[in-house]
């Protein structure tokens, strides 16, 4: 079993920067790729992007040179740094687990950007 906690949401402005963790507990090292989700209202959850247990990275294409996401083994947190935030990031962002054809997900934290 693996537990996600997701954390950092909130208002920003247009250009601004926000970095969201997702602190993971549980059967860890069985964790193969782990990613971010976010979902706008009315909309259906997307892809942000991933990052692989030997650290290979992948964005969509929205976010490409904005967005990073990066490790700390020691504290079992995956980070998303967020650069140059536009309205259009706005949503609920999840953290995602997979282990073993299996997904895990967290309770999403909320990213605002205004205009």
């Known amino acids: 079993q693996v537990q996600l906690v997701e954390s950092g949401g909130g208002l920003v402005q247009t250009g601004g920067s926000l970095r969201l963790s997702c602190a993971a507990s549980?059967?860890?090292?069985?964790?193969?790729?782990m990613g971010w989700y976010r979902q706008a209202p009315g909309k259906q959850r997307e892809l942000v992007g991933t990052?692989?247990?030997?650290?290979?990275?992948n964005y969509v294409e929205s976010v490409k040179g904005r967005f990073t996401i990066s490790t700390d083994n020691a504290k079992n947190t995956v980070y998303l740094q967020m650069n140059s935030l536009k309205p259009e990031d706005t949503g609920v962002y999840y953290c995602n687990a997979h282990v073993f054809g299996r997904d895990y997900w967290g309770q999403g934290t909320q990213v605002t950007v205004s205009s």
């Open positions: 990052i692989t247990r030997g650290g290979s990275t």
């Open positions: 549980g059967s860890i090292f069985r964790i193969s790729t």
